[in-house]
T-cell receptor, first 113, second 114 residues
Framework: AQSVTQLGSHVSVSEGALVLLRCNYS??????LFWYVQYPNQGLQLLLK??????LVKGINGFEAEFKKSETSFHLTKPSAHMSDAAEYFC???????????FGAGTTVTVRA | EPEVTQTPSHQVTQMGQEVILRCVPISNHLYFYWYRQILGQKVEFLVSFYNNEISEKSEIFDDQFSVERPDGSNFTLKIRSTKLEDSAMYFCASNPTGTNQPQHFGDGTRLSIL
């Protein structure tokens, strides 16, 4: 079975500061990993995905994530936070030949002016 | 850009009543999903659907739940006799080819059981 753990339910950053959201996964097979963002009253929007190609994955809105097998991690970063980055972020995992996504508990990001 | 659309955005229902949540997946997608998120909890997988049949379901998806693709565009989730604990945000998702491809989500239906 696959699962993810997101460390930190809330992260507060200053505008222009680094955003770092942590995700660790557990999987018995090489996983597919995803980061989704949810803005208030909206659905889940894909930020980026890892599906066994390059370990450093670039996504939308300046976000990127690095797959580290040795650490079973897939942390999400953005060098410089913008006010519009305030949202909830979800890490998700699936296994090859598996249809379902297993989500982490989510991390809420607030950005201080 | 094509979107997954869900209706209604908010549904209020009396306990014990049947409710149908509706979704229109992206038109060229073949795999459809329902997830739910109880307030303050994780997003949980309910069911996946392909070629007019369920391909996978979770233990949450018991006999009270059913899914259907009644025509070429809609995908529905029915809860036969709602319980208070069914109150949650329900998300529909779709993707072109099942595994490996990202799932595209709708904005969700907030279901409130009174």
């Amino acid at each position: 079975a696959q699962s993810v753990t997101q460390l930190g339910s809330h992260v507060s950053v200053s505008e222009g500061a680094l955003v770092l959201l942590r995700c660790n996964y557990s999987s018995s097979v090489p996983p597919y990993l995803f980061w989704y963002v949810q803005y208030p009253n909206q659905g889940l929007q894909l930020l980026l995905k890892y599906t066994s190609a390059a370990t450093l994955v670039k996504g939308i809105n300046g976000f990127e994530a690095e797959f580290k097998k040795s650490e079973t991690s897939f942390h999400l970063t953005k060098p410089s936070a913008h006010m519009s980055d305030a949202a909830e972020y979800f890490c998700a995992v699936s296994a090859p030949n598996d249809y379902k996504l297993s989500f982490g508990a989510g991390t809420t990001v607030t950005v201080r002016a | 850009e094509p979107e997954v659309t869900q209706t209604p955005s908010h549904q209020v229902t009396q306990m014990g009543q049947e409710v149908i949540l509706r979704c229109v997946p992206i038109s060229n997608h073949l795999y459809f999903y329902w997830y739910r998120q109880i307030l303050g909890q994780k997003v949980e997988f309910l069911v996946s659907f392909y070629n007019n049949e369920i391909s996978e379901k979770s233990e949450i998806f018991d006999d009270q739940f059913s899914v259907e693709r009644p025509d070429g565009s809609n995908f529905t989730l029915k809860i036969r006799s709602t319980k208070l604990e069914d109150s949650a945000m329900y998300f529909c998702a779709s993707n072109p080819t099942g595994t490996n491809q990202p799932q595209h989500f709708g904005d969700g239906t907030r279901l409130s059981i009174l």
